[in-house]
């Protein structure tokens, strides 16, 4: 591979180097990154916004989160060779070469987390910084162990929003932690259907993260319609504690009802169609909900 690398290094544009870089960070996973990130901010600013810091927070934020993924990228190379939906991204084609690889992300982790440090306080640095380690490389390597992985890797995942409101206040308050809870529950369902989906690639690189023993059936289907009836409790605290309004909870029950109902149909046929509409209802829910709240406290 290493030849292939620098022939495939040497061949690009400029254009097309940068665009392979930019790609290495995943830019729709690391904007979700940052939206949760401000959502969490707004949250926490009870309508007084300071906007060049939510700003910086949240390019701060899609920063370590492109670190993170990078690094991913870098430790799974062999394994994304193997795999349909990941042989083409840049470390396994040889567009960026593995060294280069280590630097870039080594330097957007500095200038992301630097950039916190100017526009937040230590304990979000901090945090922002653990949750980078975890990522990277704790439930990294644990994906080829079993499905423990997405437990720990529900945590890094579940921190954005936390690490808005810290932004804000400077505190973990229990606000935090609710918000914090319920992406950490989301995270099952969604990362279960997504595992679903592609179980037979996932296989080819040895990555174990569906429950039940890896198996795709009504025990593993049980399992994802446990955690997405979590959140309908779940998604109903904030307004029990007043960090938001009734509107927000009226739209987070109708998202939660409509959640829930999938994961009916999969527990019915096991289909890959069925966790597919999980994997997509996932991807709505959560940005649906974070909306609603921002806007019942706006």
């Not at 060779?81 to 991204?89: D, V």
């Not at 914090?180 to 990362?191: A, N, T």
């Not at 595992?195 to 690189?205: C, I, L, M, P, T």
Request: net charge positive.
């Amino acid at each position: 591979m290493g030849k292939v690398e620098n022939h495939m290094v040497g061949t690009l544009t400029t254009g097309a180097k940068i665009g392979a870089y930019i790609e290495l960070l995943k830019p729709r996973l690391s904007f979700l990154v940052a939206f949760s990130s401000g959502f969490g901010y707004i949250l926490a600013s009870n309508g007084q916004l300071n906007w060049a810091n939510l700003l910086l927070l949240s390019f701060g934020g899609m920063l370590v989160s492109g670190a993170s993924v990078t690094i991913n990228q870098i430790i799974e190379i062999e394994y994304d060779a193997l795999m349909k939906r990941t042989k083409n991204r840049p470390l396994p084609t040889g567009k960026i070469s593995k060294q280069d690889a280590a630097i870039f992300s080594a330097l957007v982790a500095i200038v992301g987390l630097y950039i916190l440090y100017l526009s937040t306080n230590p304990l979000t640095v901090v945090l922002s910084f653990v949750s980078l380690i975890l990522y990277s490389f704790v439930y990294t390597p644990m994906k080829r162990v079993g499905p423990i992985a997405v437990f720990i890797g529900a945590i890094p995942g579940a921190l954005p929003p936390l690490l808005g409101w810290v932004a804000a206040t400077g505190v973990i308050s229990f606000e935090a932690l609710i918000i914090f809870g319920i992406q950490f529950i989301w995270q099952f369902p969604h990362f279960w259907a997504i595992a679903w989906v592609g179980d037979e690639d996932y296989k080819k690189a040895g990555f174990k993260l569906l429950p039940n023993n890896g198996r795709k059936d009504l025990n593993t289907a049980i399992n994802i319609m446990i955690y997405t009836l979590f959140l309908l409790p779940l998604g109903l605290l904030p307004t029990y504690f007043g960090v938001t309004g009734l509107n927000s909870a009226v739209v987070v029950t109708i998202c939660g009802c409509g959640f829930l109902a999938q994961t009916f149909s999969l527990m019915r046929d096991n289909s890959d169609k069925a966790a597919l509409k999980i994997m997509f209802g996932s991807f709505l829910y959560l940005p649906i909900v974070q909306i609603a709240y921002m806007l019942d406290k706006i």
